[in-house]
Structures are given as C-alpha cells and as structure tokens.
C-alpha cells in the first residue's frame, strides 16, 4: 500500500499541475480576444489586466512536527512523537515531500485547493502494565478542495468564506516492543471530511501583507474533528510574484475499527506563488 499511496501522490501532483497548465492555456487565448470588434488604442492596458479571473500556483515546503497517538490493528495505541529539531532525520526523502496548492479566482468568487504528500518516522511509546516503546512509519496525503466567497473587498483588506473537504489517505506500520517480543502491525485508512472555514488578507503597504486563514470540520462524517489555522507574512515581489513564510497547524482525530489517528501536525513554512 506504501507504493501505491506514493504512486498516487505522485500522479496527482502531476494532474494538479497539468490541470493548472491546460486551464491557462485555454483561458488565455480566450482573454487576447477582443470582443468588441473595436481596435484598442495603443496607450490602453492588455486585456487580462482588465479581467476579473486570474489563476495562481504555490508551491511551499512545511517543516512540521508530529505529536499525538496512533494505533493500528487493534495493537495499544502509542504516544509518537517527531520533534522539529528532528525533521530532516525522521522525513522520507524518496519519494520526496509534495506540497502544492492552487485557486482559479473569478471576480469574488474562487475555487481553492492544496495537495499534501509526506512521508516520516516516530517513535514513542505506549503506556501500559509493561514498558513498550514504538517506532511508527507514517506515509501522508492531505489533499483539501474548497469553494470561496468573497464577503469583504477593499483596497486594504480582503476577507473570504470558505466551504468544502479535506481528503486522508494513509499508511501506517506500528511497532510496540517490550521485555520479551515485538509486536508490528500496519494498516491503510482514507477518509473525507467537510469543512467550513474563513480567509481573511490585510495590505500592510510597501508590498508586505499579512495572510491568515482557519478552517474546522470532520463532524463525525469522517474523522471526530478536523481543522486547521495559519498565518504568514506575504511580500510582494512584482504583480506575478509573492514571497511569504509563516506558521502552520494542523490537527485531527480519526478513530475507527481499531485505526486510530489523533495527532497534530505543526511548524513553520516557506513558499511562493506565481499569479497568472
């Protein structure tokens, strides 16, 4: 299943991507097209610049810290823990972490995702009558879709509401060892939650902005609960490039048939967009 999950992140990111790159090939064209039958006049700007639509890609990376339990085919759960001094130590690097998102934006209106693949190693270990300590190997993906609305639009400030769902897929291998044995034991869950969340953006001028987005869900459908917050601070380079870094938490908790999944996800990030 570890394979087939990293083969599967693989052939997303690279459908997210073209996707990306088909939809900018037909929307361009289209928006070089003069409706009106009128020469424009020299001096006047491009057309996309008028348009409402625009369309941009992020690609990031995430050094995030993993802490909480997990259990696997009906063996005691364990407390694991990835430290962030940890990181580069515990993530697997082949094949390598993915992390992308994207929005296609129509006016007030927008259509936003993010893709997540992440593989890494913790140990831990799980209380009890006798001393176990555990080793997880966790292979991720989080891949969340999200319709927009625009509620509040300024020259300063930008605020959205957020609606949609956040996709799980993973594979994980516990191991508990103790006095006399080890026990190991793996399994493969996938789960959808919806969600519902806000995205707000203030222009702190000088090309710096500040970004800030949260967003909660699970309700039982999937997992029990599942939400999120970031933050970061935005710098704008030119119209089509923008810098930032910032903080990132995740946290959910999914139990179900002996799978249990109760941990949060958390550190800084770093990235940059491209605005078509």
């Known amino acids: 299943m570890s394979q087939n999950l990293s ?22 064209p289209a928006l070089g097209q003069d409706d009106s039958g009128q020469d424009q006049k020299p001096d006047s700007p491009p057309p996309w610049a008028q348009s409402p639509l625009s369309i941009s890609l992020t690609s990031y990376l995430w050094f995030t810290s993993l802490s909480g339990d997990i259990g696997v085919g009906g063996l005691p759960p364990a407390d694991i823990d990835v430290d962030f001094k940890d990181i580069f130590e515990k993530i697997d690097w082949f094949p390598p972490p993915i992390m992308i998102a994207g929005e296609v934006r129509y006016d007030r209106a927008a259509f936003l995702t993010d893709f997540i693949y992440l593989g890494m190693e913790g140990e831990g270990a799980s209380p009890g009558p006798l001393p176990l300590t555990a080793e997880a190997e966790l292979k991720t993906l989080i891949m969340t879709f999200a319709g927009a609305y625009r509620v509040v639009q300024s020259e300063s400030v930008d605020l959205d509401l957020l609606a949609g ?32 969340g806000i995205a707000g953006h203030v222009k702190l001028g000088g090309g710096f902005a500040l970004k800030a987005e949260g967003d909660v869900g699970g309700f039982g459908v999937g997992s029990d609960l599942d939400w999120q917050v970031l933050g970061a601070l935005q710098y704008q380079v030119d119209d089509s490039l923008t810098l930032e870094a910032g903080y990132r938490y995740l946290a959910v908790d999914y139990d179900d048939d002996g799978f249990l999944f109760d941990v949060a996800l958390q550190g800084p990030i770093i990235g940059g967009s491209i605005r078509f």
């Open 7 to 28: 083969s599967i992140a693989r052939a997303i990111g690279r459908t997210f991507a073209s996707a990306l790159a088909i939809c900018m090939l037909g929307i361009f």
């Open 165 to 196: 769902a956040r996709l799980w897929m993973l594979d994980t291998t516990l191991s508990l060892t103790g006095p006399l044995a080890t026990r190991q034991r793996g399994g493969s869950e996938a789960w959808v939650d919806p969600l519902v």
